[in-house]
């Protein structure tokens, strides 16, 4: 098997490298028991956005209904009032098929309007992030990790020491997996052979 580490070190005399490996069984951040702060629901959605049911008595199908037929704001406002949400962020599928979490401006370049990312009261109180100026941030967070899963940026990293044999093999002495994203599966893989 052809390896493309993304570093090696000596440490004391000892040969590591560090690579990463797709991770196709990485678990889906929206279905991982973990607390989210915001609800997802899209329509006329890319392959990997599919309605999401909320609790507190929000329907999917009935905030569907009122994004295919209202504007951005008008969805907003009524997200607010009858479901206590503090922040509602428009979703927008970008032209590399990816969703984002976009302002209030109704940006040409955005791509298309597809959903809504928002709070409840209920959202809150689980996660515990009820500061109102650290929620936008939350929403975004999330619906970036939530892209980055479903285009299949998803992926472990191998440590592994060459013996020392006369071959030299190489053998695993250490991985971690369910990483999201190309950045942090990097810098999370550069960090535990940092901690050799």
């Known amino acids: 098997m052809d390896i493309d580490p ?3 070190r000596d440490v ?4 590591y490298r560090v690579y990463l490996e797709q991770d196709s069984d990485c678990e889906n951040p929206r279905e991982s028991g973990d607390a989210q702060v915001g609800r997802i629901v899209c329509v006329r959605s890319p392959r990997y956005l599919r309605p999401e049911e909320s609790g507190d008595n929000v329907s999917a199908s009935l905030v569907q209904s009122a994004i295919d037929d209202h504007s951005f704001r008008v969805v907003a406002r009524w997200l607010r009032l ?3 949400a503090s922040t509602v962020l428009p979703l927008y599928s970008g ?6 979490a976009g302002d209030l401006t109704d940006s040409p370049d955005a791509g298309d ?3 809504v990312t928002f709070d409840q009261p209920s959202t809150r109180r ?3 992030v009820d500061n109102l100026e650290d929620i936008p941030t939350a929403l975004s967070v999330e619906v970036d990790e939530f892209g980055e899963w479903a285009r299949g940026e998803t992926y472990g990293y191998v440590i592994e020491r060459r013996d020392e044999s006369e071959f030299g093999e190489w053998e695993q002495t250490d991985s971690l997996w369910g990483l999201i994203g190309d950045d ?3 810098s999370e893989a550069l960090r535990a052979l940092g901690d050799l």
Request: no cysteine; hydrophobic share 15%; aromatic share 16%.
């Open 6 to 8: 993304l570093d090696t």
């Open 12 to 15: 004391d005399g000892t040969e």
């Open 82 to 84: 009858f479901y206590g």
């Open 95 to 100: 032209g590399d098929d990816r969703p984002s």
């Open 113 to 115: 309007y597809i959903g």
């Open 126 to 128: 689980t996660t515990g």
């Open 184 to 186: 942090y599966a990097r």
